[in-house]
């Protein structure tokens, strides 16, 4: 649960996760997730799928008497399907279901989109998922400042991750019914910033997908709420957020 500690800093906190990964651990048939089949299921807006329709671009190279195409943005087979979507990227393979959404306010999209091929392949073996988050942010406190708060036993960080955790370089927790790994370590691009990366991990405790449809949607605003009250409550005023990443 959520911590009182963290609460009271909820009305104070800003948006600070722009970025989101979900990620589902299974057994999948990438060759289904062809554009035409999302554009027939209406699993997304038109818009969202349009690019991937659009004639490959060519170019002629004259002293090469060449002509370079370059391809449509996505590769689906058998064995892998990467789809560049407008907002999104999607990659699945045989084994791992993965959606990158780069902007917060896509995020409703994203579930969506899970919600809807999870129902239509109801059937989908899935052990687990989890929902990730990865940033490099600069705060108004320093680096060693925000290490100490997180890696120094004190009472409030027993307070938010309880007795029972694993701290080192990272801390190995159970948060509402997620197993959270947090990993934290200077920022490689920004001067005294700061990489944060969280890992929530639902166990499947049946062999279908209703455990995705039916829940994904609190777990993301408990998971994304946790998160930013968290920075909140450790490390003082976000001052900037390095943009994509990927």
Not at 201 to 219: C, G, P, R
Request: aromatic content about 12%; hydrophobic content about 40%; some cysteine.
């Amino acid at each position: 649960k959520l911590l009182e500690l963290i609460d009271m800093e909820k009305e104070n906190a800003k948006e600070i996760i722009g970025r989101c990964i979900f990620v589902a651990l299974g057994s999948f048939n990438p060759a289904i997730l062809h554009p035409e089949w999302l554009s027939r299921h209406k699993i997304l807006p038109e818009e969202e799928i349009a690019g991937l329709f659009a004639e490959p671009l060519k170019k002629e190279i004259p002293e090469l008497n060449a002509v370079i195409e370059f391809g449509q943005n996505f590769v689906v087979s058998s064995t892998q399907t990467s789809l560049h979507l407008k907002s999104f990227i999607l990659n699945v393979t045989r084994e791992k279901f993965e959606i990158h959404s780069e902007k917060r306010d896509r995020f409703p999209l994203m579930i969506d989109l899970i919600k809807k091929i999870f129902l239509l392949l109801s059937e989908t073996p899935i052990k687990a998922y989890g929902l990730n988050f990865e940033e490099h942010i600069k705060f108004d406190k320093k680096f060693h400042e925000i290490a100490a708060s997180f890696f120094t036993a004190t009472g409030n960080i027993k307070q938010v991750f309880g007795n029972d955790y694993l701290a080192g370089h990272k801390i190995i927790s159970s948060v509402d019914n997620a197993t959270l790994t947090f990993k934290f370590e200077p920022s490689p691009v920004m001067d005294d910033g700061v990489f944060f990366k969280f890992n929530f991990h639902y166990e499947n405790d049946s062999s279908d997908t209703k455990f995705i449809v039916d829940k994904i949607s609190a777990n993301l605003e408990r998971a994304i709420t946790f998160a930013e009250n968290l920075f909140t409550s450790f490390c003082g005023n976000m001052i900037e957020r390095k943009g994509k990443i990927r």
